[in-house]
């Protein structure tokens, strides 16, 4: 008997079939003597609804007036939650992100939550209420409502985890766990039973959008949170994400793929100080997140940045560059969406000098060309041609073994 | 200059178009000086939508949940108007039942607003917004979302340009303003100037739902606001409603009919103190409205007791009667769906005995009916078979010569 926290993303709560089945596992862990935290993003495609009601009216419109818009979305889904659970004949009481205690900072659109007022919750658990929360919302000082951006109901579950001190804080996907590489492109992928909050956080930058957002890992790292990423259709146990003291370090925990990159280079600016600086906070000012940043020597005395953006940022990067060229000082700017990111992570590799190599070696037999590489710690990243994606996945998997994980 | 509420039911908001339309009337106001506070009401056909998802997941939802579910229509209306106004060049601030300042009492799905504080409001005309609040809702003690039943956004309206010590207070609506009779019934019905508050109540119990709800009336004449009923699609100043010293007392000001009514007669009660409490008491605590109710003597030592509630609450009555036969003791219990109420409102008639004969000659001479009469100070009601209340309110208001009326 404990707090569990549980989360369900919007594709579980499409249609009212699909909302009482949530409704009937809650009760699942309710009846099993534990208190219940639902946390719940807005159904299926209702977001993109409302975005679009909002784009028919004003094609910018302001970012509070967005957050007051889409929040609307996760109140309906709480609401028939509750719904749903009461119909079963227990006592749910529904919670906006307001009403739960969620206090965030003043960036509507993409909030970061300040702190959790769990009172109420605790409260609501004490009359043996299942509490169903609001993802992806909070409050703000001036009184107003904020949102997360994306995926931030994952945000929420991990903060209430923590606020509440939750035995554990359950992820429901549409797969059973996390996998050492797409089982869609790896056929022999397997399913890990544990893995580091470090490699879970490399894992989801790389790709893996589906399982788990990276700011809701960060906080999980950061108050201990017991994480689990599990499938709700099914009792398998899922992937623990723990920290990284607690399990076993593998080599490499899984292959990672991203084919939602761009790549630009910015060729030829002066070699002197602050030239990286002007170039990433113009991006920066546009809300442009860099994944991969590369400089390199380049002739004549100057150098050449290299990064990559999300595929839909190439346009709006390339705009922002092309209109402070004289502020860059570059000798010429190329781009290319022909390019997909293969990556391994393992908490392991930092200790092992041939990791690298043999990732390598095993893209070289399969004759796959690498157009860019970075490393850190705990991941090598290679760019490919985006055709040769899938095969680097499979015969990096293959060659470190990755199916016969257990 | 001055601060003018405005309010626009949903079907002012349908779709983007419409959306836009009240934005630039919304902005007209605001361009002549005035602060500007807006109220919706969620848009077109979004709440009935809304307890449709409710319905197939639950048939018999708390209140408390369905109140969260349907306060998200209001939700998305105002962020949608906001970003109307937005994209005129203006700037908008939306607000929430909450944010607005409306406090209720706890009963969810009908709750009454118990205070106003209109400080966040006040800030935001201060610094030159546009406000937009969302209609029928408030908040209560336990920090919950309330609603106020339908129609709820005139009450909050009202409550607002209460608090806010309005210039005036602009109820829009599909007709010019306030008619002597329904204009699709009685092809010269005239358009009155103004009414009273008491007139106007009456009007809105007799079936003239559309113009405005009765609670906002009885507010208005609470905190004598200054209240407008115009249509938003031309520059006609509309009825206005105001206190009865202040507007000319004509002896009939109008012919209401409804046709959602049941009878249902009570017949052969003991005559002993505590049978219309008992009998009402118990409808109460079902929620049952009761409109008429007339108590006359019956046979035996016995009295009857008739009424009459919307028809949609004939089962229920007669379940609750059923049941309760023997705490009710009646001998007999009758009940129609076949009558219409036809009534006729006047501050002035107080003091003028020919009113109702004269109604009555009318009635007579066109060979109606009449199977039950009520009297107010104000108003004249009587029950005709459904068939000829359209009739009856045509022969009526042509006997008052009620076309005449400027």
Redesign the interface.
């Known amino acids: 008997m404990g707090l569990v926290v549980q989360k369900y993303g919007g594709s579980f709560l499409e249609?009212?079939e699909k909302?009482?089945k949530v409704a009937r596992r809650v009760i699942e862990a309710y009846k099993e003597g534990h208190s219940v935290v639902v946390v719940v993003s807005a159904q299926g495609s209702t977001t993109d609804e409302?975005l679009e009601?909002?784009a028919?009216?004003?094609p910018k419109?302001?970012n509070?007036?967005?957050d007051?818009?889409l929040?609307?979305?996760e109140?309906?889904a709480?609401?028939?939650l509750?719904?749903?659970i009461?119909?079963e004949g227990h006592h749910?009481?529904?919670l906006?992100g307001?009403?739960a205690g969620i206090f965030t900072d003043s960036n509507y659109g993409s909030s970061r939550i300040k702190s959790v007022d769990a009172e109420?919750i605790i409260k609501e658990l004490d009359k043996k209420n299942i509490v169903v929360v609001a993802g992806f919302q909070g409050w703000n000082k001036y009184?107003?409502?904020t949102t997360f951006g994306r995926c931030g109901s994952d945000t929420t579950a991990v903060a209430l985890a923590a606020a509440l001190k939750a035995d554990r804080c359950e992820m429901y996907t549409d797969v059973a766990g996390v996998y050492t590489a797409n089982p869609r492109i790896v056929s022999d992928a397997a399913k890990l039973k544990e893995i580091s909050y470090d490699e879970m956080l490399e894992l989801v930058n790389l790709g893996e959008k589906n399982v788990l957002h990276n700011r809701a890992v960060e906080l999980a790292r950061k108050y201990n949170v017991n994480l689990i990423v599990k499938s709700s259709l099914d009792d398998d146990p899922g992937t623990i994400v723990k920290e990284v003291g607690t399990v076993e370090r593998m080599l490499v925990r899984g292959v990672a793929r991203d084919n939602d990159i761009a790549r630009i280079a910015v060729i030829g600016v002066e070699d002197k100080p602050g030239v990286a600086f002007r170039l990433f906070s113009l991006l920066a000012k546009e809300k442009i997140c860099i994944d991969i940043i590369l400089q390199s020597i380049g002739r004549d005395n100057t150098k050449d940045i290299s990064f990559t953006v999300k595929r839909e940022n190439l346009n709006k990067t390339l705009d922002v560059i092309n209109a402070n060229l004289g502020v860059i000082g570059a000798a010429e700017v190329k781009h290319s969406d022909k390019y997909s990111k293969v990556s391994i992570v393992g908490a392991g590799m930092v200790n092992n000098a041939g990791v690298a190599a043999t990732m390598f070696e095993a893209l070289y037999d399969a004759g796959i060309n690498i157009h860019m590489i970075t490393t850190s710690e705990i991941k090598i990243s290679v760019l490919v041609d985006v055709q040769d994606a899938d095969k680097a996945v499979k015969v990096v998997h293959d060659k470190f073994n990755l199916g016969e994980v257990k």
Chains 1, 2 share one sequence.
Do not use: C, F, H, W
Request: no cysteine; aromatic share 2%.
């Open positions: 249609n009212a909302v009482s409302l009601k909002a028919e009216i004003n419109p302001s509070r007036e967005i007051v818009l929040s609307a979305g109140q309906i709480i609401a028939l509750a719904m749903a009461e119909r749910a009481v529904s906006t307001y009403q109420r009184d107003d409502i």
